[in-house]
């Protein structure tokens, strides 16, 4: 395979505070910080574990940048080694970078052959926009509702998941494709053909704007939604709409800044888990990538860079790609192979999956688990029938699950799925005391409530939660739901296991 590097992006600033970082970070609202009512400092990490100020340790469930687990040595090494030789802008010819660009195409398909290395998955995802642009001087996006695509005003803008929120306005060239979610969105899991439902939404969109004189650039999803709540498309939707899009002359662009290196076990890009008919145009991808170095990349085919060339703009970056950078990629890649993390990913991630859905049987909160190697989400819910999502007792949980020393988050256009992403060294052991911990917790939480825990909560009987107090004072701060949903919105069938396999195909 010819591989061609493209190097890229600014260079990252440290700023040393000299006052309390819980203080510099709670008195800000604009910082958002996990647990934000009784955030925890911590101080060092190792493998899949986290350490505070006072030594307690904490089993991390959140952490998907830290792919292979915290300050792994092999990693740490390969940054020591390379920074004592040389670090310097990547314009400079260096093999790091060469070698890196071959190992990182031979994961990815043939056609997709050339790589813009960055520092962040925003960056990223800022430059598949350009490229998807200039590749046929169309300009609009499609996006999927409640998507985020990272920080900067270009993606802002294409992202649901923040610009819903604040006071800025869908620009025109934006449009918002529903969520391919079959178990809470407009098509689910009854649905006869859920992947062509979905896929008709964007078709519809594409037919509007050519309607309304305007041309499609590019469709850019997650390949798996994690802001909106862990959702995975149901099989064939991806490749019906890489159709659409392809014909109205725009790009595909899979999002793998959360998801990709092994996340999901049998492969190596999530992408690749709905089949081999179906390749994107354009692959971006971060977080993991470093496993906390800032490094990031962008991969796309021949023609599409060579369009991006034919601009005449001199494209380079800074830091992208650099000597440390590539060594650190490199030493990823070795450990994600030496230590078999993808074949832990299957092998825990189906145990832990196995043991959440015993769960669900004894548990009337948990409405859903969904999910592919270690990439799981619990979608908790009041009431079955509606599926009336259960934001509070989320939060209740998130912060009594920090108290038993188990980190998790809160996503979704609800804050009612608790998201399960940890470093790929993630053990079966600790799958059960996370499970344990989930179990104790649960429990007390249906008792308090006076849920019945042996059948289905009755219908629209409303009932209130006692909460800690952190966790209320987060939720009346936090604006992040959805105010356009009807989280009641009457819905017939009940959720059913049988339908993972409608969601993917492997």
């Known amino acids: 395979m010819i591989c061609k590097i493209s190097c890229i992006l600014f260079n990252t600033k440290l700023f040393v505070v000299a006052f309390s970082a819980i203080h510099f970070f709670t008195s800000r609202p604009s910082c958002k910080v996990f647990f934000a009512a009784d955030p925890i400092k911590i101080v060092r990490a190792q ?6 100020e006072k030594g307690d340790q904490y ?14 040595p092999e990693v740490v090494k390969a940054a020591q080694k390379q920074m004592e030789l040389l670090n310097t802008n990547s314009r400079f010819l260096h093999d790091n970078i060469v070698e890196y660009a071959k190992r990182l195409s031979a994961t990815l398909p043939d056609r997709l052959a050339v790589c813009y290395f960055t520092n962040s998955g ?8 350009r490229l998807a642009r200039q590749f046929r001087g169309h300009q609009d996006v499609i996006t999927l509702d409640h998507a985020y695509h990272g920080h900067l005003s270009s993606l802002i803008e294409i992202s649901p998941y923040k610009f819903q929120k604040g006071k800025d306005v ?3 060239f934006v449009h918002v494709a529903p969520a391919p979610d079959t178990y809470r969105g407009k098509y689910r899991e009854d649905h006869e053909d859920p992947a062509s439902a979905y896929a008709d939404e964007v078709k519809k969109i594409i037919d509007e704007a050519h309607n309304s004189g305007r041309k499609i650039a590019a469709f850019i999803a997650e390949s798996m939604q994690s802001c909106g709540g862990q959702i995975i498309p149901p099989a064939g939707y991806f490749q019906k709409v890489a159709e659409y899009v392809r014909g109205a002359g725009g790009v595909f662009i899979a999002d793998e800044v959360q998801v990709g290196f092994g996340r999901v076990g049998k492969h190596f890009w999530s992408f690749q888990m709905f089949g081999e008919d179906f390749v994107p145009d354009i692959v971006t991808m971060g977080k993991p990538m470093g496993n906390g170095h ?10 599409i860079a060579e369009a991006f060339s034919a601009s005449g703009m001199e494209y380079f970056n800074t830091y992208g790609g650099n000597p440390v950078s590539s060594a650190v990629g490199l030493a990823v890649l070795d450990v994600i192979k030496n230590e078999d993390l993808q074949g832990n990913a299957t092998r825990v991630g189906n145990y832990l999956t196995e043991l959440l859905n015993k769960q669900k049987t004894k548990h009337t909160l948990i409405g859903d688990i969904r999910g592919v190697g270690l990439f799981i989400g619990i979608d908790l819910v009041k009431d079955h029938q509606q599926r009336t999502p259960a934001t509070a007792e989320a939060q209740h949980v998130i912060y009594k699950m920090k108290e038993k020393r188990v980190l998790l988050s809160a996503d979704g256009p609800h804050r009612n799925v608790l998201k399960i992403k940890p470093p790929m060294c993630f053990t079966e052991e600790d799958a059960e005391f996370m499970v344990e911990q989930l179990d104790g917790i649960l429990t007390d939480l249906e008792e308090a409530i006076g849920a019945e825990t042996e059948s289905v909560i009755s ?7 006692k909460m800690p107090k952190e966790a209320q004072s987060e939720l009346l701060r936090d604006s992040s739901l959805d105010p356009r949903e009807n989280p009641s919105r009457k819905r017939n069938g009940l959720c059913t296991d049988s339908l993972l396999s409608k969601r993917f195909r492997t």
């Not at 493998?47 to 505070?52: N, S």
């Not at 089993?59 to 792994?72: R, T």
């Not at 219908?459 to 939660?465: A, L, S």
């Open 122 to 129: 925003s960056e990223a995802n800022d430059l598949a926009l």
């Open 294 to 303: 800032p490094m990031a990349c962008v991969v796309t085919t021949e023609e």
């Open 170 to 172: 869908k620009k025109e």
């Open 59 to 72: 089993l991390d469930c959140i952490n998907n940048v830290a792919h292979v687990g915290h300050c792994h």
């Open 459 to 465: 219908k629209n009987t409303p009932y209130r939660t």
């Open 47 to 52: 493998r899949q574990y986290m350490f505070d």
